[in-house]
């Protein structure tokens, strides 16, 4: 049985799944699908074509699939989808997508800190960690395990790799290479994320091939097809160096260096 306040609105035509509790003044719309063991705190709204799975705790305020703030927007059924175990703090907001059918999507075990902001048709992967203020625009698409520091903003259809982290206060307005670190505004990658790698297991035979990436496209001076060439020629080619070619080689927007 779930625990449901009396203050909470619920519709009628929402599904709550087994053992989750609603507090206070929650608002919850007609066409939201709750797991089991979610727990909404005090004055959430999660309203929309909302899919939320097992397990995930929502603090006071946090506004979940709500109308995306995009302009384009004409209407249609739009969806927010969200996996399992992840936190979304005070004032956290993450709205739905903008063309009819498509959906922002989250995956699990994600951290997201107050007052951070989830644009429409955002792709946010798992074990991602979103702090205080951090803004994602529309179409960004965050790789596993990134981490977006305080107050920082992520222009819309930027691509965030894995294992990346960008530092507090940081203006991001292209693709952000994996394992890599960012910081500055405008941003630049600074270094390999060190500190990252090793929380994540990664092994330091592949940490040093890392090291010799990051020279080769970030600090030779070379041209990106130049420097994909060298890093093929003189690194091995581990995993996670055909990782980081692969994302660099579909950049769209071009990778901040």
Request: aromatic letters at 6%; a neutral charge; charged letters at 20%.
């Amino acid at each position: 049985m779930s625990e449901i306040h009396p203050s909470a609105v619920i519709h009628p035509g929402a599904t709550i799944g087994d053992d989750c509790t609603v507090g206070p003044y929650c608002v919850i719309g007609g066409h939201v699908t709750l797991g089991q063991g979610n727990r909404l705190h005090s004055h959430v709204v999660i309203d929309g074509h909302t899919e939320i799975g097992t397990g995930n705790e929502f603090f006071p305020f946090a506004s979940i699939g709500l109308k995306t703030q995009d302009l384009k927007w004409k209407g249609g059924t739009t969806w927010t989808r969200i996996g399992d175990r992840n936190t979304f703090r005070e004032n956290v907001t993450v709205h739905s997508a903008t063309g009819d059918g498509e959906a922002t999507v989250m995956g699990s075990d994600n951290h997201i800190l107050a007052y951070s902001h989830i644009a429409h048709n955002v792709l946010l992967g798992d074990h991602v960690i979103l702090s205080n203020n951090g803004t994602l625009g529309g179409h960004v698409i965050v790789e596993d395990h990134a981490i977006v520091g305080g107050l920082s903003a992520v222009h819309q259809f930027c691509r965030l790799g894995k294992m990346s982290i960008i530092g507090g206060c940081a203006k991001v307005v292209s693709d952000v290479a994996p394992f890599m670190m960012l910081d500055g505004n405008p941003a630049r990658t600074r270094a390999v994320n060190k500190v990252g790698l090793e929380r994540n297991g990664v092994t330091a035979k592949v940490q040093e091939a890392l090291r010799r990436v990051h020279r080769l496209y970030f600090r030779k001076g070379l041209t990106g097809a130049n420097a994909v060439a060298a890093i093929r020629a003189e690194v091995t080619q581990l995993p996670e160096v055909e990782h980081f070619l692969s994302f660099v080689e579909a950049s769209d927007r071009g990778v901040t260096r």
